[in-house]
């Protein structure tokens, strides 16, 4: 489950850094994960998968950390003041 949560937050960032989506849920499963985002009136087609993929191999690359965070309600809400679905 660590593995497809790691693997959640790596395509999310993907899709947030390459595209300007608003991440809404994104959870690991027995099966894998996914991340639902928003993207206005935009949509991916297959197409797009190769930059996705692009995007994620540079956050590895870049070897961003995982850290838990704990916050307060109101930490919370000023971190992700930028995603009105986080809020």
Request: net charge negative; charged share 25%.
């Amino acid at each position: 489950m660590t593995f497809w949560h790691s693997s959640a937050h790596i395509l999310g960032g993907a899709l947030e850094i390459g595209y300007g989506v608003h991440l809404c849920y994104g959870p690991p499963t027995s099966e894998g994960f996914y991340y639902d985002a928003y993207t206005g009136t935009d949509k991916f087609a297959e197409s797009d998968y190769s930059n996705i993929e692009k995007f994620a191999e540079k956050m590895i690359k870049d070897k961003h950390k995982f850290e838990r965070l704990v916050l307060s309600k109101q930490e919370a809400l000023e971190m992700f003041a930028y995603n009105p679905f986080k809020i």
